[in-house]
């Protein structure tokens, strides 16, 4: 099953590709992670990336079509992916569009996390996330056993570099402005599966799955 999560920052494409990987046993595929893994690295695509990420505008196309061309060569991608942050621009939709038409491959749903942005601010604001495995907290609404510390592998938590107030409200501008019209772009196809983004993280994954497994059904109910 090849699945695409999209919706704004903080909506929560992280926190449900985990457990959608999971439960499908696809590999969860974000852009954001491979780009800060190379800022932290300091590699060629990490210097690339690095000035775009800290002012929460895009990396330019070309550098995040490459990095899904390598990624969906790798064999753990047989049995479908999910992507998480990719595409974020029409030109990418297409670039994808045409990478999977080469190998006879099909995009089945696209899942549409749709929220408020004064739950966004709020969710970004107290997240920390762990440095050695990547689980995700919120101070608040997921808070870790132990401050600072990660429940599943004792690691240190820290704070994305782009959660910072003004970082956040660009990132939310620049989603409106140049993903908004991949989400037309996928409702076009057919594809495009809307979920409510509020509650809590079980009830919104059960939507998910809900929506992969009987989509036709809801789709005749008319209920997106
Ligand atoms: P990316 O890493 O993709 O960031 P984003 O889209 O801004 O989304 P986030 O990762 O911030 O949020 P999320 O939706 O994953 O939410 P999460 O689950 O963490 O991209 C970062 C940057 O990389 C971009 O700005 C760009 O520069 C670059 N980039 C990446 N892909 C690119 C591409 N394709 N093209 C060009 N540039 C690209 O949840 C957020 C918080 O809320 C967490 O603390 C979590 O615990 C909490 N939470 C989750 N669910 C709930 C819930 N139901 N209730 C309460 N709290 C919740
Ligand atoms: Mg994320
Ligand atoms: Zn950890």
Redesign the pocket.
Known sequence: MNLIII???????????KLIAERYRIPQI????I??EAVRNGSALGVK?KA??IR????P?EV?VGIIEDRLTQRDCGKGFLL??????VA?ADALESMLGKRGMVIDHVIN?EIEVEELIG??R???TCRRCGA???FT??PPKKEGICDQCGGSLYQ?D??KEETIRS?LR??ARQTGPVIQYYASEGLVRSIN?F???DD?FHRIVEVIENGEAYAKRGSY
Do not use: W
């Open positions: 919706g704004p920052p903080g909506s929560g494409k992280g926190t449900q590709g974000s852009t954001g992670d780009l800060r990336a775009s990420m929460g505008e895009l990396v196309d995040v998480d942050g990719f595409p974020r621009t990418q996390i969710r970004l107290g997240r920390r995700m907290y919120h609404f997921n994305r782009d959660d990132r620049v989603y983004g509650g809590c993280i919104i």
